[in-house]
């Protein structure tokens, strides 16, 4: 039997779930916001009654394979143009950086476009850093921020995915 703090439930859970689709933008853990939000939904509602552990492997699977996703998008990347350790880790430190204070003032694609400045900027000045020269640091920096763009869309993509499998799944209809 359904109850009005089944409702009240579902919908905190679902501002969650939207939340870690706006958490996932800048890097942050978002699509585990997600599955940690659907998880607290059904221990609240009493397991099996709404969800269960089909639905809550479901999104655990999606988030996981959409952080490899991500994590291979920017290795590829960076790699791919010739990018070393020290690129790689001046990409994703640049790219959280660059998500938080270059963002512009553009709902949504603004957090994209800061996090792949910011990932641009990191790779090519840590490969700078290390004598690699201007113009292969330039390209390195080019690479990371492309796979950096591929592996952000390929998790709001999946972060849409779990969010609409959320709204459903977790209905408190019996």
Do not use: H, N
Not at 119 to 144: D, H, K, N
């Amino acid at each position: 039997m359904m109850s009005l703090m089944d409702w009240v439930y579902y919908l905190l859970t679902i501002a969650l779930g939207f939340a870690g689709i706006v958490l996932t933008l800048p890097g942050l853990p978002g699509l585990w916001l997600m599955v940690a939000a659907s998880a607290g939904f059904a221990w609240l509602t009493g397991y099996d009654r709404y969800v269960g552990t089909p639905v809550l492997l479901t999104l655990l699977g999606l988030a996981l394979a959409a952080e490899v996703g991500e994590f291979l998008a920017g290795a590829a990347g960076s790699k791919g143009a010739g990018g070393t350790m020290r690129g790689f880790i001046g990409a994703v430190v640049g790219g959280i950086a660059g998500a938080v204070l270059l963002t512009i003032p553009i709902p949504v694609i603004g957090t994209i476009i800061g996090a792949c400045i910011g990932t641009f900027l990191g790779a090519a000045i840590m490969e700078m850093s290390g004598r690699m020269g201007t113009r292969q640091s330039i390209r390195v920096g080019y690479g990371a921020a492309k796979g950096r763009l591929y592996g952000t869309l390929i998790k709001l993509a999946v972060g849409i995915v779990m969010f609409f499998i959320m709204i459903i799944a977790l209905l408190p209809i019996g």
